[in-house]
């Protein structure tokens, strides 16, 4: 286990879904059911099944593309996105 990797992962993880839709998606969902349990384990399992896809696709795709290029690809799709959202498109 490499710790340095697991704390940067968790503190990036957490940093980035405060307050995000998801967030609003499970506050309201709480709020309207009245069954935080339900909720809270339905938000956990949809997280942890997303996050190891997405793992899983990472682990793939470097064994195709160079880790240069990847960079390059996630810098160009978050200004793209950046711009999008600036100009009101998306």
Do not use: C, H
């Amino acid at each position: 286990m490499n710790w340095k990797i697991l704390i940067g992962t968790f503190v990036t993880i957490f940093l980035a879904e405060l307050g995000d839709k998801t967030q609003i998606a499970a506050i309201m969902m709480s709020s309207d059911t009245k069954n935080p349990l339900s909720v809270y384990l339905g938000a956990m399992l949809a997280f942890g099944i997303i996050t190891m896809l997405a793992v899983i696709v990472g682990v793939g795709i470097t064994r195709f593309l160079p880790m240069q290029v990847i960079k390059n690809l996630s810098a160009a799709a978050f200004i793209i996105i950046g711009v999008l959202i600036l100009v009101g498109k998306l």
